[in-house]
């Protein structure tokens, strides 16, 4: 079942009874949250047609590979220790912060207090949810870069602050295109601080292009920072999945920048563990306390066998961390691969694939291929139809980027879909098959 | 910053008991009657369920599953409550899977109250319901208590709701402990109640497995969307392993439901035991325990005991609570100030009173009943 997140309020819909009780059952069987009210009875068409399991999904960022096998031999070696399935310490089982605080200081290259200076949360999303309750609140405005991950929008709505959208603009449209052309505009950027931005959420690298900020784009974003007092919310999530040539930055490790960022991790990311729902926030005690506060009124303490499964896996990769074989390089490697197998896939099609330099997706321009969309019903932009279209006739599913975006960049970015490429060999190979026949179909 | 970085709606909710106590226990204590969480393993079916889960080829375990609770999970859970509660449900609009009941309170209190509403909170309460509904922007009413509600009390509120149209957050996660025959009514099988309730269940407590923090809701959909709303814009997805875990337990124990090997019945008669096991213990040396009728706690009144420590007048902080710091650091014994459970205004009104949790094995109890005697030794010997 392929799940698609959109953020919607069902309440608001101009749509019959029966569509609408329709979409209810289908969302919450999906675990979809729709977006802009206009689309949402396409989505109905579009999650069925999805839900066949003759479909090749490319679409949800959600691993088909395996975990590495001594991360599952931890958590089965966990499983027999009778005291591991009682309550941990709530912000953080030990043994977890402590590696997690070694891990990190050796890549931050300061020091990092396993008790004041980490907090581990549900997921990555967790700690996004935990910093926006902490620091955010109404009358703030909060800088978002689009395109963004989908829950950056509603959770700072929810905080009752006000989103201030700035777009990656791409300065190349040519055909080598690659993830280091889509820019912030400095001067755009600058404008858009003011005595009210309490906070910029910066993702890198980046879902969905797959940019790696660079030291100077991330130096740019520093000295608006300190010049405005703003915090910075530092979505790294796919902080390991660089690709040759780049190098992953921390926007904290920068002057002036550590007292004001809080810093994204996530196992599901780092280990390919989704279903393990562990994430941390690394930052500054008098920022973490904050987090501390929202953790402790909200679940209070995460689950202890996975925490400390995720500790041991910890240890063993800490432990090697200067050989090439330690897990946070060696992912990289394999799906570096897949990564060119995929836009090699997507060009000869006709596509114009944006080589990510990290992350797990890419986006490729549709556009080029002028396909005829004049019977995909609706008002709708492109990017859906085209997905809807690619879903029902070519059985290749992905995401169209305007479900990334604010209202007001729709236009921006609808020629552009995003594909997952952390996938078996065997589902590369599915995809393979439907995109060398794609031009011998009739329509 | 010239005003503060946190956001006001921390205000007054950043204390927590468990922080400063069971930092103290695990510091000081030899002997753990604090924290709620059973000292003994879960039941062995589960523990094998959860190695063959982990052992066999099905990698997509460690992947998301569905965000609203993993569906042989949701299955499960309405076919029994559907059986307990007497009524057809349906496992994706009136089941929500949460992160342990905690986050399935949070999740209420989130998606129903807003500034200016009252919520009524009964005393002495768990201290997280407080701390919520002030997040929440509301206003908490506190009005005292007594433990397992019978029937008639359980009325009284459900006519009072549905006079009033008020909702019902039902923290119903001791829901198997239950003792001395006594029955656990569910306020969501009253009369005009189901619309109005949601009921908050823990796998924790019901598998003694606190640390695997799985919990759920069950309600009718039209408050259930507003859960669900929340739980997808705060942490989205539940760790999936412990989710199919607990769906084999459940499996289980709706097989079994009723018959004298079903866990459900095999525990609470074994927790009987532990308590009459400890209250003979208080009772002994001049502790004064008020027997519960149900859940694995229970409170005893200290007041022969305060001599040990002296009373400090016009200090901020209730009695109970510095005896039960001392009683930790001296007698390396922990327990639960009963004054954590009552609101601010209100810590006073019962503080020589401690909480002790009897969730523990044997050699637990054994050895807490040597550190009172010993105590009590101490006190009468010159």
Redesign the interface.
């Known amino acids: 079942?392929t799940?698609w997140?959109k953020?919607c309020s069902?309440r608001q819909w101009p749509l019959d009874t029966k569509t609408q009780d329709e979409l209810?059952?289908l969302t919450?069987?999906?675990?979809i949250?729709l977006v802009s009210k206009r689309y949402c009875h396409h989505w109905v068409e579009f999650t069925k047609v999805a839900a066949d399991p003759s479909i090749v999904n490319l679409g949800?960022g959600?691993?088909?590979i395996?975990?590495p096998s001594y991360?599952?031999e931890e958590?089965?070696n966990v499983?027999?220790v009778?005291?591991?399935?009682?309550?941990?310490?709530?912000f953080g089982h030990p043994s977890l912060v402590k590696a997690l605080s070694q891990v990190y200081e050796r890549v931050c290259g300061r020091k990092i207090d396993p008790l004041t200076d980490i907090l581990v949360t549900?997921?990555g999303?967790?700690s996004l949810?935990s910093t926006i309750?902490?620091?955010?609140?109404e009358g703030d405005e909060v800088i978002i870069i689009e395109p963004f991950y989908d829950?950056y929008e509603?959770?700072v709505k929810?905080?009752g602050a006000k989103p201030v959208f700035i777009p990656l603009r791409n300065k190349n449209d040519g055909n080598c295109a690659s993830s280091a052309d889509w820019v912030l505009d400095p001067g755009e950027l600058a404008k858009k601080f003011n005595s009210k931005t309490k906070a910029i959420i910066l993702n890198t690298p980046h879902n969905p292009i797959g940019k790696v900020f660079t030291r100077e784009e991330l130096q740019v974003i520093a000295d608006l920072c300190i010049k405005h007092?703003t915090?910075c919310i530092s979505d790294e999530v796919y902080e390991w999945l660089v690709y040759k040539g780049k190098k992953h930055i921390k926007i904290a490790t920068l002057p002036g920048m550590w007292e004001r960022t809080i810093t994204i991790g996530s196992a599901?990311k780092t280990y390919?563990?989704?279903?393990?729902?562990?994430g941390w926030s690394i930052g500054p005690q008098?920022?973490i306390k904050?987090l501390q506060?929202?953790h402790?009124?909200?679940?209070?303490?995460?689950?202890?066998?996975?925490q400390e499964a995720l500790a041991r896996a910890f240890w063993i990769d800490y432990k090697r961390m200067d050989d090439p074989d330690c897990y946070f390089y060696s992912l990289s490697r394999e799906l570096e691969s897949k990564r060119d197998r995929m836009a090699q896939l997507l060009r000869e099609v006709g596509l114009k694939p944006v080589i990510p330099d990290g992350g797990y997706f890419m986006i490729a321009d549709v556009s080029t291929l002028n396909v005829d969309l004049s019977d995909v019903d609706g008002n709708q932009p492109y990017d859906y139809k085209f997905v809807k279209w690619m879903i029902k006739s070519k059985k290749l599913s992905a995401i169209p980027l305007s479900a990334f975006c604010g209202p007001e960049t729709k236009g921006q970015f609808e020629k552009y879909i995003r594909f997952c490429f952390i996938k078996e060999d065997s589902t590369l190979d599915a995809a393979e098959v439907i995109l060398k026949n794609w031009t011998k179909q009739t329509d | 910053?010239s005003r503060p970085?946190?956001?006001?709606?921390?205000e007054g909710?950043?204390k927590?008991i468990?922080?400063e106590f069971?930092k103290l226990a695990a510091t000081y204590s030899t002997v753990n009657l604090g924290?709620g969480?059973?000292?003994?393993?879960?039941p062995d079916f589960l523990?094998e369920a959860?190695?063959r889960a982990?052992?066999g080829e099905k990698?997509?375990?460690?992947?998301?599953?569905?965000?609203?609770g993993h569906p042989p999970l949701v299955k499960i859970l309405a076919q029994l409550f559907g059986k307990l509660l007497g009524r057809e449900l349906d496992p994706?609009?009136n089941v929500m899977v949460t992160?342990?009941a905690?986050?399935a309170l949070?999740c209420c209190f989130q998606a129903f109250v807003d500034e200016g509403d009252e919520v009524i909170i009964i005393e002495p309460f768990f201290d997280?319901y407080e701390?919520?509904v002030k997040?929440a922007g509301g206003t908490p009413v506190f009005i005292p208590l007594r433990p397992v509600f019978s029937r008639e009390e359980l009325e009284l509120i459900a006519d009072l709701c549905v006079k009033h149209d008020a909702l019902c957050i039902s923290d119903e996660v001791y829901e198997w402990l239950v003792y001395d025959g006594k029955e656990h009514v569910r306020i969501a099988s009253l009369r005009g109640m189901w619309d109005r309730t949601v009921s908050i269940g823990s796998a924790?407590k019901t598998f003694?497995?606190?640390?695997?923090?799985v919990g759920w809701t069950v309600g009718p959909n039209r408050l259930l969307?507003h859960l669900?709303t929340m739980h997808?814009?705060?942490?989205?997805?539940?760790?999936?392993?412990?989710q199919e875990v607990v769906a084999q337990g459940f499996q289980r124990e709706f097989e079994r439901y009723g018959k004298p090997d079903s866990y459900f019945v095999q525990l609470p008669k074994e927790m009987q035991q532990k308590r009459d096991q400890l209250v003979q213990s208080l009772v002994a040396v001049g502790m004064k325990p008020i027997i519960p009728e149900g859940t694995y706690f229970l409170v005893a009144d200290i007041s022969e005991f305060k001599s040990d420590v002296p009373d400090v007048p016009n200090s901020d902080e209730p009695y109970d609570s510095r005896f039960a710091k001392w009683m930790v650091k001296n007698k390396g014994l922990a327990a639960i100030p009963l004054s954590a459970f009552y609101c601010g205004p209100h810590k006073n009104n019962y503080n020589s009173f401690i909480r002790f949790c009897f969730a523990k094995e044997e050699a637990t109890l054994k050895a807490a009943d040597d550190i009172l005697q010993k105590w009590k030794l101490e006190k009468t010997t010159p």
């Open positions: 079942m799940f997140k953020e069902l209810k059952a919450t069987m999906c675990g949250k949800q959600l691993p088909d395996s975990p991360v599952k958590l089965a499983a027999a009778d005291r591991l399935n009682q309550y941990t310490r709530g549900v997921g999303y967790g949810f309750q902490a620091l955010i609140e829950c509603p959770m929810m905080a007092d915090l599901g390919s563990v989704t279903g393990w729902k562990l008098n920022l904050h506060v929202v402790q009124n909200t679940l209070y303490t995460c689950p202890t066998p996975l | 910053m970085v946190q956001a006001r709606r921390l909710v950043d927590n468990w922080v069971v924290q969480f059973p000292d003994f393993p879960p523990k959860f190695t982990l052992s990698h997509m375990l460690h992947q998301y599953t569905r965000a609203f994706m609009t992160v342990g905690y986050q949070f997280c701390p919520m997040m924790g003694s497995v606190t640390g695997w923090k969307q669900r997808q814009n705060s942490v989205y997805h539940c760790a999936t392993a412990a």
